[in-house]
């Protein structure tokens, strides 16, 4: 379309040079007005140009500037032309004056915009995909129009004075001029009104100076006019009607022939075809825009149609024109863009933003009715990927969205939150649970010679407070989940006021975390560890929180809360620090024990375990090798190559490393193999299990000589009789810890069991 339009304007501008040079060797007296008529259209119509083909801002600036000025010179020799050819002999002197002022404050204030912009700014627009920049109208730019319009109308006025007054043979040249400038003003009046980008009007301007030419110079008849004005129509890609005040069909361009399939020139063929496909839009109003969907299943279209009245110098209709825009390639890629905003690309799905946004105006539009927010969540995701792959786990999520597709009805609302989760909003009345148990019970990915049961879980909140944030709704249903979370037979939970309460005391624990470091309600208390003598070497530093209003808090009502939200690093290193200073005071009382401290595999991720570690010990000025790490399997998950390099450092630096829980997972003896361990703590449930099956006793005491055997020190930990601390000596194992010997103890407690462990 731009190349076309540059084309045509191209076209105009040879037409037009042809033109003037042909004025100025005529020997009509009107030559040289002509002559400067033509040249005088020429500046706009290359403006048009260079803003129509530039796609730069400055290039279309500048653009903007010549067709605007040029308007001005236009319009006036519009004026002086349109007075000479109609003979008129009216004092133009004083109206020459009265113009060019007009004109040269035009000129200024344009001068002036580039530093107020009170006339026009630019706005950056795609146009048939390439850059176009539309002007932005101000006050000064109005006042351009208004002088261009009224110059312009003065014109008209003196063409249409001259058309009445002159007999009627010689009306048609005049008919002639005065149609083109009507023409012209009404499609600039298009132009500005409808925003089209592409000023096309200039053609019709460009039309009326080859017709002044024409007129002045070689006279024909109105059918010569009638051809070149259908010509330029015909020449744009739109579809454009002209009807009579009766709404007859008097002629259509080829697209718009091509639009209504009617070939030859039947118009009301055509006229009755555009009705069938569009509805009998010519009666109804003077001037109108609508957009029109046609097509309801194979191959929509969509249709822009503007309807504009024409009528002649008293006001009276004299018909209409019809213009049909085909906008289909526009509002697909439109369609396409908004369905990419919203729909997740994996699953097609809604995406979270929204998902959250719909969920909230369902809640809005159905005040009081019962909803569930449902949280959807696939256990241990993660291992889907590393042991099937991306792919399956691509199939695995599409397979979830599938069947929640597939589950639901037209009043639920539902997405995909991010990762292996998703979400719904379902009213209580449709939620099936012993439906959705049973689906969920075998819910196996198949994907070619892979295959997988996924444990999926559902926590479901019941909307209660309906201007909640959506967020905090799923949160909430999210927390149901962790009720169930290693549960493989139940797949649903609910939230409720004991999950809630629960997580209110949680958050009032969270945000006293801090004051209770800072005032030592923390404590370390520490558990004897004995050799198979029953000498206490040394004691395991566990943290223990004495709260003001509380009391004694139980370990298991705070540390999980802690491991959660990460605060358990800051608990970790207030621990450490605390145990560094008991061992300084030993230190200086000649006392010769070691204390193990424990290190959460969430200490790695918010600092730097091994430097902190060894700050502290210079820092307190004690060995490293007082000071033990205890490090569970757990840790080693995620990154086990960068944990193998911070307890390799640590141990370089001569710290002892533990390796606490052994026996409690699956990985144990592989992380044997490559991690360097000193002491190996076997895990008390396991011990349990030893007194009651000979399998288990025979797997304790193999555990304990090949530890022995790789100069490692066994302790075993949970020891709770002397049956248990006889019998395990005899299997040679090194160090002891438990309630057999004694539970956690304050500092000054444990150091009075000392002295008595040591009278004994």
């Not at 291992?383 to 786990?393: A, L, P, R, T, Y």
């Not at 809360?561 to 005071?585: F, P, T, Y």
């Amino acid at each position: 379309m731009r190349l076309a339009v540059s084309c045509i304007f191209g076209a105009f501008v040879v037409a037009l040079v042809i033109a003037a040079i042909i004025s100025s060797r005529s020997d009509k007296p009107i030559g040289p007005t002509l002559t400067r008529l033509q040249i005088a259209f020429l500046i706009p119509l290359i403006g048009n140009m260079i803003i129509i083909m530039s796609g730069r801002y400055f290039y279309s600036l500048t653009g903007y500037y010549i067709y605007f000025i040029g308007m001005d010179i236009a319009v006036y020799r519009v004026l002086i032309f349109t007075m000479e050819y109609c003979e008129l002999n009216w004092p133009i002197k004083y109206l020459k004056h009265l113009v060019w002022t007009l004109i040269a404050i035009d000129g200024i204030q344009y001068a002036l915009n580039p530093f107020t912009h009170h006339a026009f700014t630019l706005q950056a627009i795609k146009v048939y995909g390439f850059n176009y920049y539309l002007n932005v109208t101000y006050a000064g730019q109005n006042y351009h129009r208004i002088i261009c319009y009224g110059i312009f109308t003065i014109a008209l006025l003196l063409s249409i004075y001259k058309l009445v007054k002159s007999p009627k043979i010689y009306r048609e040249r005049y008919l002639v001029l005065t149609v083109a400038m009507i023409l012209s003003c009404l499609m600039e009046t298009f132009y500005i009104f409808s925003r089209t980008p592409m000023d096309i009007s200039m053609t019709a301007f460009a039309t009326f100076g080859m017709l002044a030419f024409y007129l002045s110079l070689y006279y024909r008849p109105l059918k010569v006019l009638d051809r070149m004005l259908g010509n330029i129509i015909s020449e744009l890609n739109e579809s454009i009607f002209f009807f009579d005040v009766s709404g007859k069909c008097l002629w259509a361009n080829e697209p718009a022939m091509d639009l209504v399939k009617v070939s030859g020139e039947d118009y009301e063929v055509a006229r009755e075809r555009l009705a069938e496909e569009f509805g009998d839009y010519t009666n109804s109003g003077d001037s109108w825009a609508v957009k029109k969907f046609v097509g309801e299943t194979q191959e929509p279209r969509f249709y822009n149609l503007e309807l504009r009245a024409l009528s002649d110098d008293k006001g009276r209709e004299t018909g209409k024109f019809l213009r049909v825009r085909d906008n289909t390639d526009e509002q697909v890629k439109i369609q396409r863009e908004i369905y990419s905003a919203t729909h997740d690309r994996l699953t097609g799905l809604f995406t979270k933003e929204y998902f959250y946004e719909l969920i909230g105006e369902t809640l809005k539009e159905n005040p009081g009715k019962k909803y569930y927010i449902i949280f959807v969540d696939v256990n241990n995701f993660k291992i889907v990927n590393d042991v099937f792959g991306m792919d399956f786990g691509d199939q695995a999520l599409k397979e979830i969205a599938i069947w929640i597709e597939e589950s639901s009805k037209k009043t639920w609302v539902y997405g995909r939150l991010g990762g292996d989760t998703f979400g719904a909003l379902v009213p209580v009345e449709d939620f099936d649970q012993e439906r959705v148990e049973k689906e969920l019970t075998n819910f196996v990915v198949k994907d070619r010679n892979k295959e997988h049961h996924l444990l999926i879980h559902l926590g479901l909140y019941k909307v209660t407070e309906e201007k909640l944030d959506v967020s905090v709704m799923f949160d909430r249903a999210h927390l149901a989940i962790n009720r169930i979370k290693e549960d493989f037979n139940t797949h649903i939970a609910y939230y409720d006021d004991n999950i809630r309460q629960s997580v209110v005391k949680e958050q009032l624990l969270a945000t006293q975390i801090s004051e209770a470091i800072e005032t030592r309600q923390i404590v370390p208390y520490l558990q004897p560890i004995v050799d198979s003598h029953g000498t206490v070497l040394g004691a395991e530093a566990l943290a223990r929180w004495i709260h003001p209003t509380e009391g004694f808090l139980s370990p298991a009502s705070f540390i999980p809360v802690l491991e959660r939200n990460g605060m358990i690093a800051d608990v970790d290193l207030h621990i450490w620090r605390c145990a560094c200073e008991i061992l300084k005071q030993w230190h200086e009382k000649g006392i010769d024990r070691f204390l193990s401290i424990n290190i959460s595999p969430k200490d790695f991720f918010f600092m730097n375990v091994p430097d902190t570690l060894i700050k502290l010990v210079k820092e307190y000025g004690i060995s490293p090798k007082s000071l033990r790490v205890e490090i569970t399997e757990t840790a080693m998950i995620g990154d086990a190559d960068s944990r193998m390099n911070d307890i390799q450092k640590l141990r370089d630096n001569g710290f002892i490393i533990e390796m606490d829980d052994f026996g409690s997972g699956y990985s144990s003896l592989n992380l044997l193999q490559d991690m360097p361990v000193d002491v190996l703590k076997i895990d008390m449930a396991f011990l349990r299990k030893a007194e009651d099956s000979q399998k288990a006793e025979m797997i304790l005491y193999n555990i304990i000589a090949m530890a022995k055997d790789l100069e490692i020190t066994s302790l075993t930990e949970g020891v709770e009789s002397l049956y248990q601390f006889e019998h395990l000596s005899r299997m040679g194992c090194k160090l002891f810890q438990g309630y057999h010997f004694s539970k956690p103890l304050p500092l000054e407690e444990f150091e009075e069991y000392c002295r008595i462990n040591a009278e004994s």
